[in-house]
């Protein structure tokens, strides 16, 4: 398993390319299940979610052919066409427990060949992560589901009617497996309370210019008249806003002056606000977001919520940068149950950080000392790898292949801008 190593204490200068957004791009890939004609995605990042994505579609009889797009250059991003005809309608265990996100196939294969058979993703490192909105919202457009052996039986055998269907919390993934299912119903579809993510945002967009009918994008209410078949199209995935929020925290923690290039300010304005009130200066460019720290990092009380509130996906990386900022900082998840882990593992390297329930604090020290560590998922890793950026000495960090599903070429990206990160294979 490979291991990353940190030498931290120098300041970042220079450019970071931001790719497309894996939490985009892998709900992308599912919409080429809603036609049998060619979807082609643009700036789809090479990461490793990308390529269990494209197992999953293949055992579906979905192709997914790489057709291109300038290889090797990190954040250029990769040219992938989907398409082919549904052949099999299950999801099996072993790829759906490796990736939560298989579970989006589901409101596609019901819409197109409507039956499905995909199993419970089941919990993963932070929470139980159940999937009831998306199965009372699948019911509500008529399907039939029975859970059997840990498998959801769905089937919709007179095809998915449309429906008013009310989230009871803004959930990403519920929003995301109803649309894609409404937009073959029959009849208008009416999601209130749907997530307003700026990645469903893209999806709206992608599905839109493959003939489907929906209105509401980012207000909070989706309106899905149905239509009776989709076509192809070619689409390119949005900048990965997390991807972007997190180098920012890399330069505010080792300290210097970074240009973000493709990062969108306005989809991170909460973020934004956070690293200015911690004392780091954000610049918007044309086609880049510049961020720079040279004074103190001054710690900032933060809960995280829904778009567009404080992302979830951006607090391990924060708590990594108020681990070492003047003053104490509250962090309080309230999206997850569990995703604090991270912290074990940065108080080993020195940090003075106390989790009460679904809130931590966080007692900025001077500086912090590197040590061997354990990445436990996706953020928590890339939260160690900050504080391996400021810690004196040498950190050592394991099990990276958490950080491989969803980020591209970090220690190329790193390293092009002044950070000692090298991977050691094995
Ligand atoms: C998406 O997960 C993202 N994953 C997550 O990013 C992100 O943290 C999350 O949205 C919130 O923004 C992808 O897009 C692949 P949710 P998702 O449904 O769709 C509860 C990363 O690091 N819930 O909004 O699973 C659930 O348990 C990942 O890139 C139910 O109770 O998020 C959780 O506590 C991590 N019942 C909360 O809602 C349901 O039916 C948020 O879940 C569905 C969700």
Redo the contacts with the bound molecule.
């Keep these: 398993m490979d291991r990353f190593l940190i030498r931290g204490g120098r300041p970042l200068h220079g450019e970071i390319p931001i790719g497309g957004a894996?939490?985009s791009a892998?709900?992308l890939l599912v919409a080429g299940l809603l036609t049998s004609e060619r979807l082609v995605l643009s700036n789809v990042p090479r990461i490793d979610d990308i390529a269990t994505m494209r197992v999953l579609l293949a055992q579906h009889g979905i192709t997914v052919e790489d057709v291109g797009g300038p290889g090797g250059v990190p954040g250029a991003g990769q040219v992938l066409s989907v398409g082919g005809d549904i052949a099999n309608t299950e999801a099996p265990y072993d790829i759906v427990s490796k990736m939560?996100?298989s579970i989006l196939v589901l409101g596609p294969l019901l819409a197109r060949a409507r039956e499905a058979r995909v199993s419970l993703p089941g919990g993963c490192a932070?929470?139980?992560?159940?999937?009831?909105?998306?199965?009372k919202g699948l019911e509500a457009l008529g399907a039939e589901i029975r859970l059997e052996a840990g498998y959801i039986d769905a089937r919709a055998p007179a095809g998915l009617i449309g429906a008013r269907i009310v989230l009871p919390?803004?959930?990403?993934?519920?929003t995301?497996n109803l649309l894609m299912a409404a937009t073959l119903a029959s009849g208008r579809t009416e999601i209130v309370n749907a997530?307003r993510?700026p990645?469903i945002d893209d999806l709206v967009a992608c599905l839109n210019a493959m003939g489907a009918r929906v209105t509401g994008a980012g207000t909070g209410i989706l309106v899905i008249d149905g239509v009776e078949r989709l076509h192809g199209a070619r689409h390119a995935v949005v900048s990965d806003r997390?991807e972007c929020g997190t180098y920012a925290c890399a330069v505010g923690i080792a300290g210097g002056d970074v240009r973000l290039v493709g990062g969108q300010v306005r989809h991170l304005r909460a973020v934004v606000r956070t690293l200015e009130e911690a004392g780091i200066e954000v610049v918007e460019e044309e086609d880049a977001m510049r961020v720079r720290r040279s004074g103190r990092l001054r710690g900032v009380d933060v809960m995280t919520e829904?778009?567009p509130g404080f992302?979830?996906?951006m607090q391990a990386q924060f708590m990594a940068l108020f681990s070492v900022a003047e003053g104490a900082s509250m962090m309080t998840e309230t999206?997850?149950?569990n995703r604090f882990m991270h912290v074990p593992e940065l108080n080993r390297m020195g940090a003075r950080i106390n989790v009460h329930g679904s809130s931590a604090i966080i007692r900025g020290v001077d500086s912090l000392s590197g040590a061997q560590v354990m990445a436990t998922?996706?953020?928590a890793s890339f939260s160690l790898i900050l504080a391996g950026l400021a810690a004196s000495g040498e950190t050592m960090l394991s099990r990276v292949y958490h950080l491989d599903r969803?980020y591209e070429a970090v220690e190329r990206k790193l390293s092009g801008c002044g950070a000692v990160i090298e991977r050691v294979s094995g």
Excluded at 126 to 135: A, C, E, M, Q, Y
């Design positions: 894996k939490n892998l709900k939560r996100a932070i929470g139980t992560r159940p999937v009831d909105l998306h199965l919390f803004a959930s990403v993934g519920a995301e997530a993510e990645e997390i829904p778009y992302p979830t996906d999206i997850f149950e998922d996706l953020r969803g």
